[in-house]
């Protein structure tokens, strides 16, 4: 079992800054990809970003490419999402989640570990 919490969400003016934290526990993720999704009231949770742990690769949505950058601290066993430039529609709970296996997939049915969300809220 992975325990992943999240902290770091909040209230912040359009094209102001956040970063997400995701501490893992429970078990080494060296072996896993771990990721971000998102999900606005009224509507259905969507990919944001992901990294495998191991080679460090990452994948965006084209909505946040350029805006934001996921990354990851072995040390500490956490994943990072920095969000810049943020606009009212980045407005949503932020998820960390986390599956077995080196591969990036965007489908929120692939990943069995989730943590319990971030509120992010970009006021215009």
């Known amino acids: 079992q992975v325990q992943l919490t999240e902290s770091g969400g909040g209230l912040v003016q359009t094209g102001g800054s956040l970063r997400l934290s995701c501490a893992a526990s429970g078990r080494t993720v060296s072996r896993y990809t771990m990721g971000w999704f998102r999900q606005a009231p009224g509507k259905a949770r969507e990919f944001v970003a992901a990294?495998?742990?191991?080679?460090?690769?990452?994948d965006y949505a084209d909505s946040v490419k350029g805006r934001f950058t996921i990354s990851r601290d072995g040390a500490n066993n956490t994943v990072y999402l920095q969000m810049n430039s943020l606009k009212p529609e980045d407005t949503a709970v932020y998820y960390c989640t986390a599956r077995s296996g080196v591969a990036i997939i965007i489908k929120p049915t692939a990943y069995a570990y989730w943590g319990q969300g971030t509120q992010v809220t970009v006021s215009s």
């Open positions: 990294i495998i742990w191991s080679g460090g690769n990452t």
